[in-house]
């Protein structure tokens, strides 16, 4: 518990996730490029960092929180960076959703630095940060992973050590796949239903109670009935994951016909301006290519 920890990227993730440190008792020092959400963590009783590689010195662990893998590469390997700011023994987890690929060569640098990494990421979306309740993937050491694990604890319920470095982003990228089937999934059964004459609210309580029920369904499917569609994670971040998925398949010769289709209809919702809605905003494009709405109660 004596250890200082650095947080980096305080978005709807990341904010609640450092918020979750604190009440567990964690030393933290936070950075981010907006100034509100610092603002936020320091009244809580975080410190703010200057800068990123002020963080890294400050800290025994630095947690990273980021939209992309551009963004994790030039926060760890940038000249005002992790590695810049980090003394030798320093361990990076990058709870991030990025490339297998690029969480290697990340990996790779540090380890010529004296810097020990982990790939984090986690599903669960903003409701699981905030609960505290994450699924975290973990790819590393086993040693730098139970390092770890008093940390992971605060933040999550299923932790799972899932190989060497990279393995925690391959094991999002297959759980990604099956979250944006699901949320297609979903919304097809609720617009055949509600189209034929059915209450889209029975259509729920019936699948919910039988083979087809899925956390997908139980978290978003009352939100998807009523067009509400704050991000809890916003739908351009999920086909970035998509892409980070084509490109993997792509590496091991695997075919994804599905998920290939869904990233189509995910292009049609961003470039309709669904971008910063929430991913299962997807039901809207299967509203518009059927011409009917859930609104439009049966």
């Known amino acids: 518990m004596a250890q200082n920890i650095g947080f980096i990227g305080l978005g709807i993730m990341g904010k609640p996730m450092a918020l ?115 699924s975290i993937m973990v790819g590393g050491s086993v040693e730098d992973f139970e390092r770890a694990l008093p940390v992971f604890e605060a933040l999550g319920k299923t932790i799972t050590h899932c190989g060497p470095s990279g393995a925690g982003q391959t094991v999002k990228a297959c759980n990604q796949v099956a979250v944006a089937l699901t949320i297609q999934a979903v919304s097809e059964a609720l617009v055949l239903g509600s189209k034929a004459g059915v209450q889209p609210e029975i259509i729920l309580k019936v699948l919910g109670g039988g083979l087809a029920q899925s956390r997908v369904m139980d978290m978003r499917g009352p939100t998807m009935i009523e067009h509400h569609f704050e991000p809890g994670f916003k739908a351009r971040l999920h086909q970035k994951d998509l892409r980070i998925i084509t490109q993997t398949a792509q590496t091991y010769g695997v075919v994804l016909p599905m998920t290939t289709l869904v990233d189509q209809l995910f292009t049609a919702l961003i470039e309709g301006g669904g971008g910063d809605l929430d991913h299962s905003a997807l039901l809207t494009v299967v509203e518009q290519l059927s011409n009917h709405s859930l609104m439009q109660k049966a």
């Open 20 to 134: 979750n440190l604190l009440k567990a008792g964690y030393a933290l020092t936070v950075f981010n490029r907006s100034r509100p959400a610092i603002a936020e963590l320091v009244a809580a009783g975080a410190t703010a960092g200057a800068s990123v590689a002020d963080v890294a010195s400050q800290s025994d662990i630095v947690i990273t929180m980021l939209p992309d893998s551009p963004d994790v590469e030039s926060v760890m390997l940038g000249q005002d960076g992790i590695l810049a700011g980090a003394r030798e023994g320093l361990l990076v987890i990058d709870m991030s959703t990025i490339a297998p690929a690029v969480a290697q060569r990340v990996t790779d640098e540090a380890h010529q630095r004296g810097v020990h990494t982990l790939d984090a990421p986690v599903s669960g979306g903003d409701k699981g940060a905030i609960a505290g309740t994450l």
